[in-house]
Structure formats: C-alpha cells, structure tokens
C-alpha cells in the first residue's frame, strides 16, 4: 500500500504560477512501476481528471490545462510534480494525486491510494 501527501498549494492571481508535489511513501523503485495521476475538484462539482503521466514519462492531459500544465515526476525520490502557469479563476479546486490502478487513464474510479488533497485557490 502506498501512501500520498500532496503540497504546494496556495492562493495565487490569475495568470500565475504554482508547483504542486505529491511524495509518496514508497521507495523510489516502488513508486516508479506506478502510472500516475492528477486529478482536482471544485466546489459542488464532480472530482475532474488533470493529467497522468506513465512510468516511462508519457504524459496525457485534459484539454482544460494543456499548454498550461506539466506533470513530471522523479522516481528516485517518489514524486511527482505538477506545474500549473497562466492559471485561471476556473483551475480553483482542491488538487488530489493518485495511483493508477486500473484501465481507464482519464477516470477517477481506475485510481487508488489517494492523497488528501491541496487546496488551489485562483483570484483576480
């Protein structure tokens, strides 16, 4: 079982910029046999798919963040990174991270071990 703590979230004006990190709590060859994802949830809304990123490094986005946003990860320190630039009131959610578990890349219910989330808060 792998555990994630995800971080960098923050409160930031539109159009700028933030990292957010997910750490997870395996070793780093671990975590690196692991596809994973980024997925956010605003108020009163369904939790949304970000992006995923494979163990190889191969990266799908939604179309609501691509040229945007970069996922990343770094496998000899169980992390992955999501860089978030020329944000928008609408990418205001709370950002959760997790592991691939299944089939359907772009689905919440195909991922598990999921983090507790950091809030991103966009204002103009």
């Known amino acids: 079982q792998m555990r994630l703590v995800e971080s960098g979230g923050g409160s930031v004006q539109a159009g700028g910029s933030l990292r957010l990190s997910c750490a997870a709590s395996a070793s780093g060859r671990t975590f690196s046999t692991y596809r994973m994802g980024w997925f956010r949830q605003a108020p009163g809304k369904e939790r949304e798919f970000v992006a995923t990123i494979s163990r190889s490094g191969g990266t799908i986005y939604a179309d609501s963040v691509k040229g945007r946003f970069t996922i990343s990860r770094d496998n000899a320190k169980a992390t992955m990174y999501l860089q978030m630039n020329s944000l928008k009131l609408e990418d205001t959610a709370v950002y959760y991270c997790?592991?691939?578990?299944?089939?359907?890349?772009?689905?919440?219910?195909?991922?598990?071990?999921w983090g507790q989330g950091t809030q991103v808060t966009v204002s103009t």
């Open positions: 997790a592991v691939f578990i299944g089939r359907d890349r772009t689905r919440d219910y195909d991922y598990d071990y």
